[in-house]
């Protein structure tokens, strides 16, 4: 049975379940108002065919009007279901999707607001009820039955229309529709009143009836006692009832999303940002889903920002930008500034086609920059066939210098392992040059408010570009500045002098060092 099925057939067995309220209410609790409007009712089969027939035409009108809506939406639903736009549905389909159960209350409260104003005036002897009878009779009619009815008619429906509200509001956009909207304040007043207040009203009317018919004394003790206890079994079954039908729709429309939540919200904190939640309600709970996914929606779209921002960057350096800010400006720091450069690439990348030698070079970096981040570096910048390392910044390090040293010794072993893919594959090999210098350098973001870089500026690194340079012609893998071989402890480095050189801005030359080895 289809939804839409299940939505007419709750509301044909409310509807009647409703008739038979409101015939023994009048049966058995309030007689006085029976008695009054003989009209109405007097017994005869004239009364019951009258009842059951208008009873019946509204009931199937009420019916014909819902199957309508609900075939305009079915065929609606079959349309987005196989592949149409949602751009294609008019507004007045997403207004009738969400205000569907609202709809369907709104219209059997109708029919039987006809029926109480039919039968209140006097049923087929048009106009013979007095005012007070007639307001009697319509309350009775209306409030104790139609609004009961109507009332559950809405929770079921609500109930098993959330399974369709998703196909109209894929985006979740149903609060944007005021009308139809039921807050769970609403609903939870609602409830009260068919649990608490039409409970209260029939006690208090049929108390008053059997007071009646004790200050009038034709009525013996017995029989006011028997019509007592048919009124309390009738109000106890069907508050019963209504309270377990009232309770279970309560606990399926209001528990059910935020057990959704708990879960989601938990999978969230473990780290799943795929998460997402339908929206089945136009409620508060409709909204808090709506954020809950707008929530972690942002949440994954910063992951994937800080991700992507760590491809630029390196992901310390990222940390401290989204800890501090992005802000211009810089600090002089000590740190030491590595250079590395393979030779003479121009070479290779003419004689390659240009897809191979990015797939080169991106193996080759891949296997560089696992180097410098093992060694606590960052990789400030590529140049194409070129890379600039620092250390000691932003993370503070007073072993930079080692560090860096460390780094280099170990590119070449790893540039060894990867020339040996490289000869399997029967490409070129490689051959790089690293320049190591140490000292004071700024470090910070350089740029505009639109963008920026964070980068390192000073003599190390200008003096690691040109310590890079001199490998090739000393044919030297590795040279440290004198500054940084200061700064390694006897033992922990190979070193060996080779001469000085001449810097440009200093009046001194400065040693230059190779490296050899690393120790322990």
């Not at 954020?291 to 310390?316: T, W």
């Not at 910048?381 to 620092?390: C, H, N, P, V, Y």
Request: aromatic content about 8%; charged content about 20%.
């Amino acid at each position: 049975m289809t939804d839409y099925r299940r939505i007419l057939l709750s509301m044909l067995l409310i509807n009647l379940a409703g008739a038979f309220i409101i015939f023994f209410y009048f049966a058995y609790i309030d007689l006085e108002t029976l008695n009054a409007n003989k009209a109405f009712w007097r017994g005869t089969r004239q009364d019951w065919s009258s009842f059951a027939v208008i009873v019946s035409i509204f009931g199937l009108v009420a019916l014909w009007v819902v199957w309508r809506y609900g075939s305009v939406l079915q065929l609606w639903e079959v349309r987005l279901t196989t592949g149409e736009s949602l751009s294609t549905i008019p507004d007045r389909i997403r207004n009738l999707a969400a205000a569907y159960p609202l709809l369907i209350a709104a219209v059997s409260l109708v029919g039987w607001t006809l029926v109480g104003l039919f039968f209140a005036q006097g049923g087929l002897m048009i106009g013979t009820a007095s005012g007070r009878t007639f307001l009697r009779t319509f309350i009775g009619i209306v409030l104790i039955g139609g609004l009961t009815a109507s009332a559950l008619i809405f929770f079921a429906s609500d109930n098993v229309w959330r399974n369709r509200l998703r196909v109209f509001f894929p985006d979740g956009n149903v609060n944007r529709k005021k009308l139809g909207r039921v807050t769970v304040g609403q609903r939870l007043v609602a409830t009260f009143v068919l649990t608490g207040l039409v409970p209260l009203i029939t006690l208090g009317v049929a108390a008053r009836n059997n007071m009646l018919y004790v200050m009038q004394g034709n009525v013996s003790e017995g029989e006011i006692l028997a019509g007592l206890q048919v009124t309390i079994l009738f109000i106890v079954s069907v508050g019963v009832f209504s309270n377990i039908f009232l309770s279970t729709l309560t606990a399926r429309n209001l528990l059910q999303p935020l057990r959704r939540l708990d879960l989601a919200m938990k999978r969230v904190g473990s780290g799943d940002l795929s998460e997402r939640l339908p929206i089945t309600s136009n409620d508060e709970l409709g909204d808090l889903t709506r954020h809950f996914n707008q929530m972690v929606a942002d949440l994954d779209q910063s992951q994937k920002m800080r991700d992507l921002f760590g491809r630029y960057v390196s992901r310390e350096v990222a940390e401290q930008m989204l800890k501090n800010g992005a802000n211009l400006g810089g600090e002089c720091v000590a740190a030491t500034a590595l250079f590395a450069d393979i030779r003479d690439f121009t070479g290779l990348s003419e004689r390659l086609p240009a897809q191979q030698v990015v797939d080169i070079l991106n193996r080759y970096y891949t296997r560089m920059v696992d180097v410098i981040v093992n060694e606590g570096g960052i990789v400030n910048k590529f140049g194409g066939d070129s890379l600039l390392a620092i250390f000691g910044v932003p993370i503070r390090q007073p072993d930079h210098a080692l560090r860096a040293v460390q780094a280099a010794w170990q590119m070449n072993r790893a540039l060894a392992e990867f020339n040996a893919e490289q000869a399997a594959l029967g490409l070129p090999l490689l051959t790089i040059g690293v320049g190591i210098s140490s000292g004071e350098m700024v470090a910070g973001n350089i740029g505009g408010q639109a963008r920026m870089e964070y980068t390192v500026i000073g003599d190390p690194v200008n003096l690691a570009s040109r310590l890079q340079s001199l490998t090739k012609e000393w044919g030297k893998p590795v040279l440290l500045s004198e500054e940084t071989q200061a700064q390694l402890e006897p033992g922990l480095a190979d070193v060996k002098p080779c001469e000085r050189i001449a810097v440009r801005g200093k009046q001194q030359p400065t040693m230059v060092f190779a490296l050899d080895g690393v120790g322990c």
